[in-house]
Each structure stands twice: as C-alpha cells, then as structure tokens.
C-alpha cells in the first residue's frame, strides 16, 4: 500500500486545496482520514480547506478561465488527449487507490478508470464538435445563427461512489468546452482525487495552462455552501443525495447560476414471462450487487411476472447464497464492504423497517462478523405499497414483487419519487416497445435485456423526477457547459424590422 501510496504523490498529511501543481499550506489544524472500508484502518489524512483557500481557489480557477477559453477548442481537445493518456499511464495504480479507498471490487475500480480515459476521448471529439445551428431569417440578406461560447469556472460536486469517474464525466468535457474546473470531492474519498488531480494537473501545467484544474476538500458546510452560493461559479454540477440536491437547486437558482443534478435513484427491473432467465439473472445480480449497491443506477426493485416469480427467485436466492464477500482487491471477489460504519447502520436499519413493513427477508440480512463495513447482500420479497420501497437505501438489498399485467408493472416502475434507470428483461417484441414508448418508462435510462447500471459514456446520463434533471457525459450534454448566443447578421443596405414593425425616422 505504502509503495502505491508514494508512487501516486499521497503523503501521510495531504493539502486540500490545490491550484493546478500548487498545494495551498493546510489552514488549520482540521484534518480528515480516509479509511479503507474492507478494514476501517486509516490510509492517510488531508488538512481541509477553509473558505479563504476556497476563495483564492476560484479566483485562481476564473483567472485561468480568462486564459483557457482563448484557445481554440480542437487545440483544447489537445490537451485533454493528453490527460487521457496519462490517466491510461496510471490506471492500474489509480483503479487500486480507487479500490482501496471507497472498497469496490479492482475490476470495477480499474473499470471506473477507463470510464475517464473514455470521457477524455469522446471530449477530444467533441472538441471540434461544438457545433450551433443555423436558422433562414425573415428577413432578405440577413443571417441567423447560434454559437457556444465557454461558460466559466465550473463548479463540480461528486459523490464517494465514483470518486473519479463522475468528475471526469463533467471535466473532460468542461475543458474541451473553454471552461476550467473545480473539483469538491466527497470527503470519503478525497485521496483518489488528490491523485486523480495531481497527474492532471502536471498535463495541463506542460501545456502552459497551469491553472486548469482546482481542487477544494472540506465540509459541506463551509467549501460546498462558499461554492454554490459564489456567482464567479456560473455552473454547479453536483451528484448526490436528492435531499442535497434540493438544496443546491434552490441556492444556485435563487443568484440565477446553472445547476446540473444527479441524485438518487430506485430503478428497476421488470422481467416479463418471455424473458430468457439467464440473462436476466445475470442482469438483476450485476445490478442489485455490482458496487455493493452503491451505484446511483443499482437495481433495488425487482418486478417479475407472477408465472416465473417463484423461478426467478429460487434461481436469484441460490446465486446471492454464492456470492464471494471480502477483500475487494482480490480478483475472485463480487461483493465488497459498504463505504463506511454510518452506511452499516443504515442497512441494519433499514431491515428493521423491512420487517416492520411486512417485507420478508428471503436471503441475506446480516452484517458480517468481519473488520470493515461487509454486509450480506439481501432479497426481500416486498410489495409496491411498502413505504421503504419507494426510498432509495444506499445497500444491496433487492425488494421482488410479483405483477399479473405489464400496464401495472410499468405503473409500479414509475411510482417513486426518483426517475433515473430502468430495465425490462423481455423477448416479446410488444412489451419492449411498449417499456421504451411515452406511456412506458419515465426514466431518464430506459434498457431493454440490459441491468439498470454500467451505462456507456457515449450517451446523456441522468434521470428525471427527483434524479434531477440532469445529463451529463454523452451525447449533446456538453451544452451545459456553454453559454449559447443567437446571432442575426445584415448583409444588406436596408434594416427591415421583424414581424413587419415600421419605425422610420
Ligand atoms: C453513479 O452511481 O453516480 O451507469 C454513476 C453506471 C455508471 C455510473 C454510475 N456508469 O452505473
């Protein structure tokens, strides 16, 4: 640990806060330890910022945008290529931090890596992709067309779960777009960022633009209150609690800045009479396990037709008795520990409102007697109108209900307050179209044979209702972080008015 440690530039005491290169000296004496959740053993501490560093940092962070924003955006693209080849450089090492410090299992450590590395190769495209459209006007020799210019400083808000993907997904992006970036990670997992933050920033210093990346870890309290109130950061992307997410929202609005939200979300399968079970099988336990369910997009309801209900269960309960618990870094392991004590007692405590509720535990349900935060992975067989059901447990516990006709399936699917992911298993041509049509899923992901999670890249990520709103990654995400102009050019001698209006002078 201590060679991986010291080969990353993570020392015992780490700064938090960071402009490009430059760690700023601690502001005091409050420090937070990242603990490894397979042990609860201390890897190493960071010295929080304060809000005088948080303001330095966006001042650094704004005058670099002022820079940046200057070079054309292929030649941006440039520079972000560079940071994805050193992200391909330090992948092992950083998927092992990432591994070490949050306690999924290496492949999807390593997995959250390339997600990066990919982020940074769909931005390099994008970069001479930022492409407007161009309208006829009413008027005779006049022009209209509308062009994307650089936002700003951007603020970005990421989770513990992906302590480095989900910041590549709005970075990589924001950079190819002109804008510069500071990053508040979780405080569970501020030594993959300072990591992730340090390689980068080395790039983008060789680059002659040493300010690109900013790095802020304190409490939410201090640097995350000090960052959505701040109007130098005209966008705030942040992922996380919906509870936190509300908040945010209504911050940000009320100085009129731009929020970009990914929150909670309850998604779930619906497996039809047609389904071929072994893919669905396959699905639902990727789904409601992967990441110890702790992906935002991890199945936690499973809707399954009542003719094959009792098939799908037997067969899921005896591949959950299988599954290998423990270390995280060992390649035969599926299910790692939850990221900390406080998520054990919300596991626990959410059985015993299981049980309250009259859901019946049909594997799994304990906490191991073990060091570190490992739980048992759980099926519960629920019915939709249990209360907890429609709340989302940041745990592998898997509620099954059992449905007679896909319209109430779809209408279960859809009532929850959260609409980020959804899936249907299903061979039948009908009940697929019919998930993906407007009276089917009202998800932001909708997947057809597919889990609710492991989404690509190449597409918009997020969710509706409670989710947010937001998209981030693929697709035409890239223009949240640009601020659009409509132009209309007059190429004539005369100046006609729109609508007919006469106004001669
Ligand atoms: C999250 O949990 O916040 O689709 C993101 C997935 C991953 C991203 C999850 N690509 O599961």
């Not at 780490?14 to 290169?21: D, E, H, K």
């Not at 790692?336 to 919300?346: E, F, M, R, S």
Request: net charge negative; charged share 25%; aromatic share 6%.
């Amino acid at each position: 640990m201590k060679d991986l440690l010291s080969r990353l530039g993570i020392e015992d005491v780490n700064a938090g806060a960071w402009i490009g290169t430059e760690a700023l000296p601690p502001a005091g004496d409050d420090r937070v330890v990242s603990t490894n959740p397979a042990t609860n053993d201390p890897i190493a501490s960071v010295a929080i910022a304060d809000a005088d560093q948080l303001d330095r940092v966006i001042d650094a962070a704004q005058d670099a945008f002022l820079e940046w924003r200057r070079l054309p955006a292929p030649k941006r693209g440039e520079v972000v290529r560079r940071m994805g080849n050193a992200l391909r450089d330090h992948k092992e090492d950083l998927g092992r931090l990432v591994t070490l410090e949050v306690g999924k299992i290496l492949s999807e450590g390593l997995g959250e890596v390339q997600e990066s590395i990919d982020m940074a190769d769909l931005a390099v495209g994008m970069s001479r992709q930022l492409y407007g459209l161009t309208m006829h006007s009413e008027r005779a020799q006049h022009r209209m067309y509308e062009q994307w210019h650089p936002l700003g400083a951007i603020g970005v808000i990421t989770a513990f779960n992906f302590p480095n993907a989900v910041w590549a997904w709005n970075a990589m992006v924001a950079l190819a777009c002109g804008d510069t970036v500071l990053w508040k990670p979780s405080i569970k997992a501020p030594l993959t960022a300072i990591a992730t933050h340090r390689i980068l920033s080395r790039v983008a210093e060789d680059a002659g633009f040493p300010h690109l990346l900013t790095l802020v870890i304190g409490q939410d309290a201090v640097v995350g209150e000090g960052m959505i109130r701040d109007p130098r950061l005209p966008l705030i992307s942040a992922t996380g609690s919906v509870r936190m997410g509300r908040y945010v929202g209504q911050v940000v609005a009320a100085r009129l800045g731009r929020c970009l939200l990914e929150l909670g979300g309850n998604n779930a399968i619906i497996v039809d009479r047609t389904a071929d079970l072994d893919l669905a099988i396959r699905g639902i336990a990727f789904g409601a396990v992967g990441t110890a369910g702790q992906r935002c997009t991890t199945t936690r309801r499973l809707i399954v037709h009542e003719d094959i209900a009792d098939e799908v269960i037997g067969r899921l309960v005896a591949a959950y008795e299988k599954l290998p618990i423990g270390d995280p870094m060992l390649p035969t392991t599926l299910v790692g520990p939850l990221i900390d004590p406080g998520a054990v007692a919300q596991y626990r405590a959410a059985l015993d409102t299981i049980r309250e509720q009259g859901g019946e535990i049909l594997t799994g349900g304990e906490v191991l007697d073990r060091p570190g935060n490992f739980v048992r992975p759980t099926i519960v067989a629920a019915r939709h109108d249990m209360p907890i059901c429609h709340e989302e447990t940041f745990a592998p516990i898997l509620y099954v209900m059992r449905y007679r006709d896909l319209a109430e399936a779809i209408e279960w699917q859809n009532d929850v307050p959260q609409g980020l992911s959804s899936a249907i298993f299903t061979d039948s041509f009908r009940s697929a179209e019919r998930f993906l049509s407007h009276e089917g899923s009202d998800c932001g992901i909708a997947n057809v044979n597919i889990g609710t999670s492991g989404a690509e890249i190449g597409g918009a990520f997020g969710g509706e209702k409670d989710t947010g709103g937001g998209r981030e990654a693929g697709s035409d995400a890239w223009k949240s972080y640009m601020r659009r102009q409509t132009c209309t050019l007059n190429w004539g001698t005369d100046l006609p008015l729109a609508q007919g209006v006469k106004f001669d002078i």
